[in-house]
């Protein structure tokens, strides 16, 4: 168990969506969303919103709280469409599956009280759209660019201004049809909401913000089970290591994932990556007044984790979109193929998008020799945790070592997610398990000192670049790093065809990526960047048709 303890972390994603019927088309209107254009990647239009709204046990806010919720310092709604794009989120018309016209990744789920909560499901991080002249492409299975800290921070403000301000709780509980008899109990649990979730803004405080598509998924897992679960405060560490939300469309057949390849994808390991991102994201664990070995009560919905691993299967990478970027170069594009022989294919290995049974392998480069920023990978190597209330129990609950009094923090989250995971039945357990179906076994390295390599499939559609979406496009990536930009937002979404990534504009944006701070550095990854610019041309031209 010690061995294989990575297993059970695979980042703040995986809920997309399989083929399920007549596929969404090349050039389709996404139902709502203000007219924007879906890719072929291998998902019927039903799926999409399976996809996009589903839940896996996220709670964060009662659902009719959420609806009557202001903004603080304004009357107006805390879902407007025109607030949560300003968060980065996609906002979405009504439909069966969303009725209450909640952006993607919104989910809603109904407790054992009859409670229905609203949470956020993988779909918010992991569904990306690009801008180009007017058009939006939405992109599944893309990286999202929603501002998760500033989103978290402006729910507790808007909670608290509610609590504290008459009229607007009053305003709050009338549009609730609360009873005057109860407004004093409506009181005192959105007070308790506000600093619920104010704590864990407070644990997961950086000083360099996150901005934008970009969250530091271990630091908070580390979090949420070693100082919220276990009720171990002097445990907490900065989540000060953001990564970009990485796409998904070929990680099911990786033998390995996260951004360090820490996560081998064999045997139970999506599973308990599934469960630990469902902890994560406001999920809940029990662990008072129980001994693991017949598991920990969690909010985890098992029933669903085997659906979305499946569908998961079957994303696949969106073609360059012809129609409204215009063809590559079918000439420099066979050029290119001949210098990304030469320079890429070692690392980045080729991957047929169209075939369900692909097996890919990844490729760690160490730091040294990749020369990117080290923050993540030596964050992750650097946790150590006090067992606390785990401290005698072993690893996998039922088997493996006992846990010291201090630990590496991944030991402590294999055991919760393994406990979490031992609470529900065997059927729903199992179903999660073989429904993730085979993948090539890995030698998963326990020291991981480096970042991983994946196929580049889908490229074009992933930008910025490199782990920590430093490098607003593949033209910025092709140049010497000290010549690349340094300052640009990522939140505009607007795509720059020849260059293939986004639009490296607006320096002085108060939101703008600043390269120079703390984990930010686009220095590294230096390979390609001593071509001649002809090479650079026709690499580009290849690189668009993968």
Known sequence: MRKNRWL??????????????AQVA?????????GATNLEQGWSRAVQERAWFSSFGSRLVPTAWLKALEQAGTTSRFMSDEHLDALGFLVQAATAANPDAFPVGFTHETDADGQGWTGLGCGACHTGEVRYQGHRIRIDGGQGVLDFDAFEGELVDALRATAADEARFERFATALGTAADARDGLHRDVGALADRIAARHAMN?????????????????????AVQFLGEPGNRRAPDAPVSFPVLWDAPHLDLVQWNGSAPNAGPG????????????????????????AGYPSSID???LGQIQGDLYALRAPRWPVALFGAPDVAAAARGAKVYA???????????????TRELKAVITPLDQVGTDPRMVDNFLASMSHSGAFAGRKIGVVAGDPLGDDVPTTDLVVHAAVGAALRHPLAA???????????????TDSRPGGYK?????????????LHNGSVPSLADLLAAPASRSTRFVPGTREFDPARVGLVACAPDHPRAFDTTLPGNSNAGHAYGTTLADADKHDLLEYLKTL
Do not use: M
């Open 8 to 21: 059970a972390l695979a980042g703040i994603s995986v809920l997309l969506a399989a083929c399920d019927g």
């Open 26 to 34: 090349d050039g389709d209107a996404v139902a709502g969303g203000g």
């Open 205 to 225: 405080h950086v000083d360099v913000p996150y901005g934008p598509g970009r969250l530091d998924a271990f630091g908070q897992i580390f979090n949420a089970v």
């Open 270 to 293: 999506p599973l308990l990556q599934n469960v630990t991102t469902a902890l994560a994201v406001y999920g809940s664990l029990d662990i008072s007044g129980h001994d693991g070995h």
């Open 302 to 304: 098992f029933e669903h």
């Open 342 to 356: 030469q320079q890429c294919a070692t690392c980045h290995a080729l991957s047929d998008r169209d075939d369900r």
């Open 429 to 443: 357990v199992r179903d999660a398990v073989v429904g993730y179906h085979r993948v090539l076994k890995a030698a």
């Open 453 to 465: 390599a994946r196929p580049l499939s889908g490229v074009w559609a992933s930008a910025p670049y």
